[in-house]
Each structure stands twice: as C-alpha cells, then as structure tokens.
C-alpha cells in the first residue's frame, strides 16, 4: 500500500513504522477473518483493512472526524488479524501510532474526556481500586476474594523480579502468592522490585502517553537495577501487562537513553509458562477437579506466540483440559475496552462463555487480570488464573 506520511510525525520514529507497516499491506482482506469486531458487526470500518485506510487517511493529512475515531476506539487491539495476514504486517504498531495522531485531531466530547481520566487515574492505583473491589463484591460484580495463602522465605539459587500490578494488587494478591509459591517450588525466588509500578498500558491506550512513556521509564530504571543486581528474568503473569511492556521499544523509540534499556528489559521478560516449562515441577497431588477449560488472552496467543502453553502444561500435571472453539476470538476485556465499549464487550463474553463451559468444565483457567474479571462477571463456572492450578498441585 502506498502512503506518503505528512507533516511532522513523516521525520519521526513513530512515522517510520507507521510508513513501514502501510508498505506492507496489500488490502486483501484476509485479516477480516479473524477480527472480533468485524465478525459482530459485518462493517468494513470495524475490520483491519478499513482501520488501516482510516489510519492512512488521517497520516496522510486528510481531515479526520469522530467517524475515524469511532471505529478506531472499536478496535480491541487483540492482534488476532495478524495471525492470518500473509504480508505478516504488524497492525497493532501502525494502530498504536494512528490511535495517537486521531486523538491529537478530534476532540474528544467532555464526558468521554472525563470517563476516560476517571478510568486512567483510579483502575491504576491499587488504594482507589481495593475499595472499588470490594463494592463490586458486593454486588455480585467481581469475583468472591480468595486467601493470598504464606509466600515461602528463605533462598534459593536463582533470583527474578516480579510485577506486582495495579489492578490485580488489589483485586486478586493471591495471583503473585501462587506464583512465588510455584517458582519457589523450583528453586526460584520472585521479589517485587521496589520502584516499579503500573506498566502504563491504560494511559497509553486511553490518550495520555507522555504518562505512559514516564511510567515505563521509572519501570526500565527499577528493572535494569534488578537485572545488574542479579535478577535473571523480568516475569510478568498478567499478559496484558506483558503485551504493553514489549512495546516499550516503540514507545520510547524518540527517547536514545531508553530504547536500548528498554530492548534489554523486554530480552529478559517472562511468562510464567515459559520458566515452569523450563523448569517443570512435580505434581505431588492429583488434581481435585481435572475437567478444565483454558482461556489464552489475545495477549498471549497473538504477541508471544504462546498459544497452548498452558493448556500444554496443566495437561502434564493431570489436568483434561476440554477443547474451545475458536479459541482465537477475543474475549471483550481489552484493557479498559469493557468500561468504554460494553455492549460489543458484552456480545463477545457471551460468544466466548459459551465455547469455554461447552465441555462442562469445573473451572475456567485464564492468563489476565482483565479477562479474569471480564469471564468472571457472568460466568456460571468459577474463573481462575492458570498458576493457581499450579499451585494446587504441587
């Protein structure tokens, strides 16, 4: 696809991989295959290839209207078209730069301004959060608290850091706990680096990225400390978190100090999944209830490549996970996707509900904060993070 990049962003970073990402397209459709919301609503500005050309317009220097960011905001960033375009265009880094130049074009209504920095300034900050929590508990909204349980002291031979999270720190501890129960049970030791807090996704997708760029820059501090000091491995168990973390590169790209800092921290980042299948444990108890349905987020199939992993994984500590059709579609969290777009979130948790408890499962098994308090809302079977399952066992 041809595209001649305008103004300003045309001698920017951001403007070379947008130039570069158009170049390889080919507008052929393919990626409209597998979009979640171009499957609800069959109307080409909700698939890849429409956004790409609204994407194009808006670089190009054409006006841009509430139209182009309607159906960008649409867009559930999950990836998933990548998976089937032959060209292998990176959409979400020509979605992240578009998102950006639209928002600095169109003027957001107020209450989509004010929700938005409501959304940005309270789901961040784990002490507005926990009584959020607790409220939604309440009313049946969130999913009932679980014990942390002990975190095992003493050494180990190797050492990693741990992301403790915004949200999930005060929503669901108990996901860290299992984690530093399960590496430890291999000899690992997971300490949350002082320093490091929220990874900055939300302010990045919700029009505020110079608040994002300074989060992860106090992130790549605490972090390459921790690696210098010792630290093998970053490892993050959300995969939300994750995605946005190996994007830091693009985010950065302007800042020379960060880039190469930022490349190193995302060379040493981890899933769970991946050490544990390094390291595997020994299941010292048959699973209570093997009968499993595993949910892969979007932002662990499609960015890591790690479709499977935990399925794999569970499946050797005893479990019978059931198969899930169409495991590639979104489940409709997204981030603060839920909150801004629930109808569209609501239809896709309901399509994806039904292809996890197909095979009467006992739990539902999940790799995301976000998509662990989406299912979980109206789910007629529990919802839990796949490392509890671990844990179980072990």
């Keep these: 696809m041809r595209a001649q990049i305008a103004g300003s962003l045309a001698k920017t970073a951001a403007g070379a991989t947008a130039q570069a990402v158009l170049s390889a397209c080919v507008h052929c459709g393919m990626c409209n295959a597998t979009c979640p919301t171009y499957a609800l609503t069959g109307d080409e500005a909700d698939g890849p290839r429409g956004r790409i050309y609204l994407i194009k317009e808006a670089m190009e220097g054409n006006r841009v209207t509430r139209h182009t960011q309607k159906h960008l905001d649409r867009c559930l960033a999950c990836r998933a078209c990548e998976t089937t375009c032959p060209s292998g265009v990176q959409y979400h880094r020509l979605f992240d730069v578009g998102r950006t130049v639209v928002a600095q074009n169109v003027q957001r209504r107020w209450w989509d301004r004010l929700r938005r920095w409501v959304i940005r300034n309270t789901v961040t900050r784990p002490a507005f959060v926990a009584p959020l929590i607790v409220a939604?508990?309440?009313?049946?909204?969130?999913?009932?608290?679980?014990?942390?349980?002990?975190?095992?002291?003493?050494?180990?031979?190797?050492?990693?850091?741990?992301?403790?999270?915004?949200?999930?720190?005060?929503a669901a501890a108990h996901f860290n706990a299992a984690?530093?129960?399960?590496?430890?049970?291999?000899?690992?030791?997971?300490i949350e680096t002082p320093g490091v807090g929220?990874?900055?996704?939300?302010?990045?997708?919700?029009?505020?990225?110079?608040?994002?760029?300074?989060?992860?820059?106090?992130?790549?501090?605490?972090?390459?400390?921790?690696?210098?000091?010792?630290?093998?491995?970053?490892?993050?168990?959300?995969?939300g978190c994750a995605a946005f973390i190996r994007d830091y590169p693009d985010l950065l790209a302007e800042e020379i100090d960060y880039t190469a800092k930022a490349r190193r921290v995302v060379e040493h980042l981890r899933d769970p999944s991946e050490i544990i299948r390094q390291n595997p444990p020994t299941a010292m108890r048959t699973p209570q209830h093997r009968r499993i349905a595993v949910h892969d987020p979007c932002t662990l199939r499609n960015g890591p490549g790690l479709a499977g992993a935990v399925e794999n994984l569970l499946?050797?500590?005893?479990?019978?996970?059931?198969?899930?059709?169409?495991?590639?579609?979104?489940?409709?969290?997204?981030?603060?996707?839920s909150l801004l777009q629930p109808d569209l979130a609501g239809r896709l948790r309901a399509e994806k509900l039904a292809a996890l408890t197909a095979g009467a499962p006992t739990a539902i098994y999940t790799a995301n904060i976000g998509c662990w308090l989406h299912l979980a809302q109206t789910s007629s079977v529990p919802v839990r993070h796949w490392i509890e399952a671990v844990d179980d066992v072990i």
């Design 315 to 337: 499946t050797n500590l005893g479990y019978a996970p059931q198969p899930v059709a169409n495991p590639h579609m979104c489940c409709g969290s997204a981030g603060a996707y």
């Design 198 to 239: 929220c990874c900055g996704a939300l302010h990045a997708h919700l029009d505020d990225p110079a608040t994002a760029r300074r989060l992860a820059r106090r992130n790549i501090d605490a972090w390459i400390a921790a690696l210098e000091g010792g630290d093998e491995a970053v490892i993050v168990n959300a995969s």
């Design 179 to 190: 984690t530093v129960r399960v590496l430890a049970s291999v000899d690992i030791k997971l």
């Design 136 to 170: 939604a508990r309440l009313f049946g909204m969130a999913p009932a608290r679980v014990v942390v349980g002990n975190r095992p002291s003493g050494t180990r031979t190797r050492r990693m850091t741990l992301l403790k999270g915004c949200v999930q720190s005060a």
